[in-house]
């Protein structure tokens, strides 16, 4: 059964058509990635579905009494609350029918309704259907239900008293979640919910997403992610939306089939409307020269044979694909030792962070640097930098070796909001104004974008902009700190193929856990203040850590006083 249908709707937004007399139909099982460059419109095509967005035509149905839970990119938590209060509030239908059966007991207190017959049981009827739709919407488990999907999503007892306004950004999108899966709607949809999320949180949305009872709809550049929970894959891009069935990972192959068939039939018809027209030439002169109604005839209907390809839509257009990001990334040989760390330790306010860390990074060597959210990993980076002082230990980078920084928050660009991407670029390194917007637009700005205050670009734009003043500092080391977080997938892709070939070391500090596949060949994690090495790249990580705990867990224990002892 189709829970949502959309049908033939059109889209505007700040003048410019996003995309128009699309169709697209949710099953009640529905597990859909749906993905697309930035700017193509998934989180407009949400809006629709949810009705926070009117499209300028079209329709869109919902099946009777389904309800829709819609997780929006940036999650927002009450103010003034803590955890548990917030996640306790009632979902709107809730209210209203607990509102309703306060109405019917104050009624049914009314001496007016109970010395009357046909009043009392009318009221009765109205309570019963209350208490029908109140235990339909789950109103008797509702707090059992918050507190266990709280667990679900890492949130301790000692955090439900936790104020909403310490959350991080990822614990403000579980906490929404938690809310939002305490509904249980017929269909839910999820924009970019992984964001934030440390590599912990992320198997727990994953594990929620695969068990969810109804559908689930999914915004997401995370292809790890999109690999373990979708069935099927929406493709929107140029306006037009396109089904594949499978997971990602099965979506690029059948993609790259399509579009190569496609081509092929492209290269075929052309062939064939270039005979068609080398013929209406030749009736058309013969019927001239010769002065042949035959001939005349013979050219109308050929040219009719084109006009009818159009209009039924029979035209094969050639496969455009979309301008990859321009990323060139070279570096050079430079000292041995690009990285070392000794005895490291750093704290705040006697909260020891971590101690005695000790890591070498070696030129050539490409290192993920995991570890959960608050672990200390960006802090790392600043000591790396410079911009703090550690309490113990020391930092070393080799004499030939230049650093260069991506920041997670782009705090590299924070002095430069009111200034333009152009003078950016040009501070970075000397360069005239069209050598630097011949780079931007190479990193898919436009040129009225070169020229606007960078504080007016999205985080995405904002994240190419700081991989293009990487190319110009060019380093042979590289700190990159959740780089892929705001690029699109095809940027993620480009910046994963500059990697390939990078003539030095790279220091990665990510929770993409595809990327990390893709590039690294050693991960180091920091968790518990203490960093642990491992060989291979994020899957390798998995199955060693899968390994240990198996080992773990089979260690005999014996009792004792009623404590378990490890032998």
Do not use: C
Not at 53 to 67: H, I, Q, Y
Not at 342 to 353: H, S
Not at 475 to 500: G, K, M, V
């Amino acid at each position: 059964m189709q829970v949502i249908h959309l049908n033939k709707i059109t889209i505007n937004h700040a003048g410019r058509e996003i995309f128009r007399d699309l169709n697209w139909a949710l099953d009640e099982r529905a597990r859909v990635g749906l993905v697309g460059p930035n700017g193509s419109g998934k989180s407009s095509l949400l809006k629709a579905m949810v009705g926070e967005l009117m499209p300028e035509s079209g329709v869109v149905t919902r099946a009777k009494g389904a309800r829709v839970g819609y997780l929006p990119q940036e999650a927002r938590a009450p103010a003034g609350q803590t955890v548990l209060k917030a996640a306790m509030t009632l979902p709107p239908e809730l209210q209203r029918v607990e509102a309703e059966l306060a109405r019917i007991e104050a009624r049914l207190a009314d001496p007016a309704v109970y010395g009357d017959g046909q009043a009392l049981e009318r009221q009765l009827a109205a309570q019963e259907r209350a208490l029908d739709d109140y235990e339909r919407l789950g109103g008797a488990r509702f707090e059992s239900k918050i507190r266990e999907l709280l667990a679900h999503f890492g949130f301790a007892r000692n955090d439900h008293d936790t104020a909403t306004e310490a959350l991080s950004g990822g614990q403000k999108k579980l906490l929404a979640l938690a809310r939002l899966a305490a509904e249980a709607p017929e269909l839910l949809l999820l924009d970019e919910p992984d964001n934030h999320l440390d590599l912990d949180a992320k198997a727990r949305l994953e594990s929620f997403i695969r068990d969810y009872p109804g559908a689930v709809a999914i915004v997401s550049h995370d292809r790890y992610l999109l690999d373990e929970v979708a069935t099927e894959i929406a493709e929107l891009e140029s306006g037009r939306l396109t089904l594949y069935k499978g997971n990602y990972s099965t979506y690029t192959l059948e993609r790259e089939l399509s579009r190569l068939r496609q081509q092929q039939m492209y290269v075929a018809q052309q062939k064939r409307i270039t005979q068609i027209e080398e013929a209406i030439k030749r009736f058309e002169i013969a019927a001239k020269v010769n002065d042949s109604e035959r001939a005349a005839r013979q050219a109308r209907h050929r040219r009719r044979m084109l006009e009818r390809m159009e209009e039924n839509g029979e035209v094969i257009y050639r496969v455009t694909e979309r301008k990859p990001l321009d990323i060139q990334l070279n570096g050079w040989r430079g000292s041995t030792k690009a990285l070392e760390v000794k005895r490291l330790a750093m704290a705040f306010d006697d909260n020891r962070l971590f101690y005695d860390l000790d890591l070498l990074v070696r030129h050539g060597e490409r290192v993920g640097l995991v570890g959960p959210n608050g672990a200390g990993k960006s802090v790392l980076f600043s000591l790396i930098l410079g911009e703090r002082q550690p309490i113990e230990g020391e930092i070393r980078i080799g004499p030939s070796v230049r650093v260069g920084h991506y920041a997670q928050e782009h705090q590299t660009l924070s002095a430069w909001l009111d200034r333009t991407p152009v003078e950016f670029i040009r501070d970075v390194s000397p360069s005239t104004d069209g050598e630097a917007v011949s780079m931007l637009l190479k990193f898919l700005f436009t040129y009225p974008q070169t020229r606007q205050p960078i504080r007016e670009l999205s985080g995405g734009e904002r994240s190419r902009l700081q991989l293009a003043a990487l190319m110009r500092v060019n380093p042979n080391l590289l700190l990159l700190d959740e780089p892929t977080n705001n690029l699109d997938i095809p940027s993620s892709e480009a910046l994963e193929t500059a990697l390939e070939p990078f003539d030095g070391a790279a220091l990665i500090i990510s929770h993409d856990r595809y990327f990390l596949d893709r590039v690294v060949d050693r991960i180091v994690e920091l968790n518990d203040g203490k960093l642990t090495d491992y060989v291979g790249g994020y899957t390798d990580y998995l199955d060693y850590r899968a390994k240990q705990s198996t080992k773990e867990a089979e260690k005999p224990v014996e009792l004792r006083a009623g404590r378990g002892k490890v032998k």
